[in-house]
């Protein structure tokens, strides 16, 4: 009687774990709000494409496909999506620049990483007005410049060149998913950077 109660317990125990890893395996991604199309999931290759309209390009190949404006929120919401997906180890970085400068912005973070003054972290050398990473936690920006590689293609809109980038990229999978959370962007979500955008274009006219 023991040993069937055990082997009923085994089995149970057993079939919840299953339950569990098909939850964890189907969990949503991308994990945040975005203007971005998803391809293939398990490719190692994010795409961001800046102010470029990534729809007219037919790409292929890639994880996750998307625009993006600004050097704080947008920035942001990369790193989120790309840390969550274990697969990706590669940011290509392509299209023209945005008028806030993200892409500029996102190579001064893997190069340089963020400045921790004034309880901001900034992103030291954006040329952004608002180059601030304060909405995800330190270690989410320290694995996203530790872990994932970018290719510099700020201002190709070539197609063909950008396809050859992402076809060419051959790296390991990352170990593990980083998930985080962000709060969504609404109107208000700017507000509390006024000050902080003032003391900056100060900051950039006393340096010129």
Not at 132 to 152: G, H, Q, V
Not at 167 to 181: L, M, N, P, Q, V
């Amino acid at each position: 009687m023991e040993t069937e109660d055990l082997h009923i317990r085994t089995k149970m125990n057993s079939k919840k774990e299953s339950i569990l890893d098909k939850e964890q395996n189907e969990m949503e991604w991308p994990i945040t709000s975005g203007n971005y199309v998803i391809g293939d999931t398990n490719s190692s290759v994010a795409v961001v494409t800046l102010a470029s309209d990534y729809k007219a390009w037919g790409l292929k190949n890639y994880a996750i496909c998307g625009t993006c404006f600004t050097a704080n929120f947008g920035i942001e919401k990369i790193i989120t999506n790309v840390l969550a997906n274990p697969n990706i180890n590669c940011l290509v970085v392509c299209g023209a620049e945005s008028a806030h400068f993200a892409g500029q912005s996102l190579i001064s973070l893997a190069e340089n990483g963020v400045s921790t003054m004034a309880g901001s972290r900034k992103i030291v050398g954006s040329n952004s007005p608002l180059p601030y990473l304060n909405e995800i936690p330190m270690t989410a920006i320290s694995r996203f410049i530790r872990e994932i590689k970018i290719i510099d293609l700020i201002g190709n809109k070539d197609p063909a060149s950008i396809q050859k980038a992402i076809d060419s990229f051959t790296g390991e999978k990352r170990s593990e998913a980083h998930i985080i959370s962000m709060p969504e962007i609404d109107e208000n979500s700017w507000k509390k950077y006024a000050n902080l955008v003032k003391q900056n274009m100060i900051s950039k006219r006393k340096n010129k």
